[in-house]
């Protein structure tokens, strides 16, 4: 049932949307399965083609053209599908101008993609779980957008969420339709997500099922573990396999991994690329995450008692040795990968090859310009908690164009030296 105008949630990515329609003719929102696309691009559709259901799926199957006749805008829902889709819909927007014709949303990259790529013709959009600002979770005051800007704006603003409400929001999840769910509901609800991409996820996007299902359900535990990490892939299947005697081969590990990307279930932060010859010696592996924190806390099986508890993050855990605070981390991340893409800006993460250096967030601008973020389970920002902010200023000059410490205190202010200091909860667009 579609949400009326008073019932749906409007989205940072709507903003989005509304620019890119005036003049795109056609839109491909792409993000995991139940993070709101359905729910989004129906606001704007006239027409719509559900094509997970089969009756619909076999009249456009024997009729494709429908799509291109129906009344606009039309939406596709999970178009991967019916892969011609694609096809037709940018031979449709060739034969008449005019932006905001064409939606569509899938949860899947197909394996084997469309004859044509739609350059010029489809623009993608990624859209991610609801952020803290889209839950309603305290009233940002510090934009991202401002800061990219190069102002060093004021920071002000203060925010009554505190440390157990931001474990408790790792585990409620920024899927919309888990909002608002007990705790059982919600972890069957989030079982069943992880059931859902191993029994048919799979299989549906490759054609052929997992054979070691058990197997794929341990690695997945293992990349939890590795969660806001640099682990290498060797590392974590090492620990889904300990004690085991069925070690799957490395082809088998890196298909489980395309095929999880292509779901949009692991969404991993590549490594910042720097221009300046002196910061080129650079890890370059990417940081792992899943597509929200509350799927790597319920893999691990983690609580808010057990996280606010001091649990260790374990073998693969990061450098603040919590399970919170790698999922503390993860949650910012999310948070900052939906604020900087409504910047038109770029994420990645920073840290030099011998790991004495690192910066858990860098987004970036087109002239590559970046502003840096730290991230701190703390409320309390000291001087250790900002070297690495203070090293990378020092490093980058005019390039740097702020540099921020996102904590769980309470106030966002500027220290004497000139590094900020934000609440998660006072972040926003």
Same mark, same amino acid.
């Given at each position: ?68 006749? /129906? %009344? =606009?805008? $039309? ?5 991967? !599908?019916? @892969? ?6 940018? #031979? ?40 803290? /600002? %889209? =839950?309603? $979770? ?5 934009? !991202?957008? @401002? ?6 704006? #004021? ?61 794929? #359900? ?61 910061? #080129? ?149």
């Amino acid at each position: 049932m579609a949400l009326s105008p008073e019932q749906y949630r409007r989205r940072i990515v709507d903003n989005e949307l509304d620019e890119l329609m005036g003049g795109v003719r056609a839109i491909a929102i792409e993000g995991a399965r139940a993070i709101g696309k359905t729910a989004t691009a129906t606001q704007r559709a006239t027409t719509v083609f559900p094509l997970d259901r089969p009756a619909v799926r076999a009249v456009l199957e024997a009729d494709p053209e429908r799509i291109a006749t /129906a %009344e =606009r805008p $039309v939406l596709v829902d999970e178009w991967q !599908l019916m @892969r011609q889709t694609w096809d037709v819909v940018r #031979r449709t927007v060739d034969a008449r101008p005019g932006g905001g014709q064409f939606l569509l949303t899938g949860s899947a990259s197909p394996g084997n993609p469309p004859t044509h790529t739609g350059a010029g013709r489809i623009v993608t959009l990624r859209m991610r779980p609801m952020t803290l /600002a %889209e =839950r309603g $979770v305290g009233q940002a005051t510090v934009s !991202l957008s @401002r800061l990219l800007g190069g102002t060093r704006p #004021r920071l002000e603003g203060e925010t009554s969420v505190r440390l157990e409400e931001y474990a408790r929001e790792i585990v409620a999840s920024g899927f919309p339709g888990l909002r608002g769910l007990s705790d059982r509901s919600l972890r069957a609800q989030l079982d069943g997500y992880v059931d859902r991409i191993i029994d048919h996820d799979f299989r549906d996007l490759g054609g052929v099922a997992v054979r070691n299902t058990a197997a794929l #359900r341990r690695w997945l535990d293992a990349y939890a573990c590795a969660e806001s990490s640099t682990a290498s892939y060797e590392k974590v299947r090492d620990a889904a396999t300990a004690g085991h005697a069925d070690k799957p081969t490395k082809v088998t590990v890196l298909h489980w991994i395309d095929t999880l990307a292509r779901l949009w279930v692991v969404d991993p932060l590549p490594a910042w690329s720097p221009q300046r010859n002196d910061l #080129r010696r650079l890890m370059v592996s990417p940081k792992h995450h899943l597509v929200d924190p509350a799927l790597a806390a319920r893999l691990r099986g983690a609580t808010v008692e057990s996280m606010l508890g001091g649990e260790a993050a374990g073998p693969l855990g990061p450098r603040e040795g919590t399970l919170l605070g790698s999922l503390f981390e993860s949650l910012v991340t999310l948070n900052v990968r939906v604020y900087a893409q409504a910047a038109e800006a770029r994420v990645g993460h920073f840290r030099t090859q011998n790991g004495d250096r690192e910066v858990d967030l860098i987004v970036e601008r087109a002239d590559r310009r970046v502003v840096a973020f730290e991230v701190k389970l703390a409320d309390t920002i000291v001087d250790d908690d900002v070297k690495h902010l203070v090293w990378l200023r020092d490093r980058l000059g005019g390039d740097l164009l702020d540099a921020i410490v996102v904590s769980t205190g309470a106030f966002a202010y500027r220290r004497a030296d000139g590094i900020g200091v934000v609440p998660a909860s006072l972040l926003g667009a």
